[in-house]
């Protein structure tokens, strides 16, 4: 590691086990759905509706809807598409609504609170090269289903913006 680093102690896989984690799985594996799916939906701002707003009110039956929609397609083992999911009703804004509850319904932050703290470290470090070694390490740390989660929502909001 780079003179200064902060250096994980080794051996440092998690065990997941009756955690958190475990009983995400499947809201991180519909996250990850939906997130895919939003980004198959849009390539630019979506100005026809709103996006990100409350699940509650009438939203909260479509947004309903498409979670079922989707739970189905992941226990089905394939992808939602968007031609099917646009004839069932679901729209940009009911997915982006979904992402912000599914969010919400998890028991453990996206990165899990084992790394929230590491990451919080990390940022902090003052040398860019070593601060980039830590944050590559803590990247390998993120479970696997998270990271795709994270990485499906990540590119699913550069094609909003």
Avoid: C, W
Avoid at 80 to 89: I, T
């Amino acid at each position: 590691p780079p003179p200064g680093a902060l250096v994980l102690p080794s051996g440092g896989g998690m065990s997941l086990k009756g955690s958190a984690a475990t009983r995400d799985k499947p809201t991180v594996a519909a996250l990850f759905a939906t997130a895919r799916l939003l980004g198959a939906m849009v390539n630019g701002p979506v100005h026809d509706e709103r996006m990100f707003t409350s699940f509650r009110g009438t939203m909260a039956t479509r947004v309903a809807g498409a979670q079922v929609y989707l739970e189905r397609a992941v226990q089905q083992g394939h992808h939602a598409d968007p031609r099917d999911a646009r004839a069932d009703g679901i729209t940009p804004g009911v997915l982006s609504s979904l992402i912000l509850k599914l969010l919400h319904d998890l028991e453990d932050v996206l990165l899990t609170a084992k790394l929230h703290e590491a990451f919080l470290a990390a940022i902090k470090i003052q040398d860019y090269r070593s601060r980039l070694y830590v944050l590559r390490l803590l990247l390998e740390r993120v479970p696997t289903d998270r990271m795709l989660a994270l990485r499906a929502l990540v590119d699913a909001l550069a094609k909003l913006a």
